[in-house]
């Protein structure tokens, strides 16, 4: 049997996991205020849109933090094994993949979900100059028509693909065989590897 992909720890720690659920939150809020107005459902949108667009960017800003004083990148950077992991059948990678705590298919989704969220903060901060808030008056002037078109084709596009992303992301999160990765983003302890040598070693 494969103790190493057995072998049980704190896989997310407490921050991490706050950061992850708020920013899920976020997320979720940002597109059913986006998307249920375009559905039929009339509300009051736009506050309830920026204000969880505000926590988003504060949610990053602090898994920044976290990566850069706690973490580091080295789980989350793809390497030579995760580009195998992809273009190799089973047969041919089993046994020769090293351990990771992210499998390949997570780092590409970490860093395409990571760029798309990124797109829709950095458009929707700018966005921000186009209504009132308790702090600044609109001022549309600050990009020119042109301008304005990209920033808004860059947003729209990158929430279809966020939509897109999440559903992939929340029904792998879901399935059986994940149950014991997911009760680890709610209480911490888990595998602490989710793609193990000698677990590929008995397929
Ligand atoms: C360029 C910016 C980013 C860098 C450098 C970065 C880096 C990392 C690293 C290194 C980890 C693994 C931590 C570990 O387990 O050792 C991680 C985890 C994670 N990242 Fe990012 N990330 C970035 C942007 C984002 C964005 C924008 C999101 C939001 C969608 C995000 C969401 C997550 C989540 C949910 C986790 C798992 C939580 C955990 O650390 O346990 N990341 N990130
Ligand atoms: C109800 C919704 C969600 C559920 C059930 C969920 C579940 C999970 C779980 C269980 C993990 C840990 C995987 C592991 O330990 O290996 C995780 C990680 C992560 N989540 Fe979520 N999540 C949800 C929403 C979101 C949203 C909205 C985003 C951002 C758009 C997101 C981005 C991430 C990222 C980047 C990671 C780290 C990479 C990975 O492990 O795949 N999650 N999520």
Redesign the pocket.
């Known amino acids: 049997m494969d103790s190493q992909l057995r072998e049980t720890g704190t896989?997310?720690?407490w921050p991490?996991?706050v950061?992850?659920w708020t920013?899920a939150l976020s997320?979720i809020v940002l597109c059913a205020t986006a998307f249920l107005p375009i559905l039929g459902l009339r509300f009051d949108w736009v506050p309830a849109h920026w204000i969880s667009g505000f926590v988003l960017a504060a949610a990053?800003l602090f898994?920044?933090l976290?990566?850069g004083l706690v973490?580091?990148?080295?789980?989350?950077?793809p390497g030579s094994d995760d580009l195998r992991e992809v273009l190799l059948d089973l047969r041919a990678r089993s046994g020769t993949l090293g351990p990771a705590?992210?499998d390949a298919y997570q780092k590409g989704y970490?860093w395409l979900?990571?760029l798309v969220?990124?797109v829709l903060a950095a458009t929707g901060l700018l966005m921000m100059a186009k209504i009132d808030t308790p702090w600044w008056r609109r001022d549309p002037s600050i990009l020119s028509d042109a301008q304005w078109g990209i920033v808004y084709v860059a947003h729209g596009f990158a929430s279809l693909a966020i939509i897109f992303l999440v559903i992939l992301h929340v029904y792998f999160a879901l399935l059986p065989e994940h149950w014991a990765t997911l009760k680890s983003m709610v209480r911490g302890r888990g595998p602490l590897l989710t793609r193990g040598a000698r677990h590929e070693q008995e397929h």
């Open positions: 896989r997310h720690q991490d996991r950061f992850h920013m997320v990053i898994h920044w976290r990566v973490h580091g990148v080295g789980e989350m950077m705590k992210y970490h979900s990571g969220v990124l």
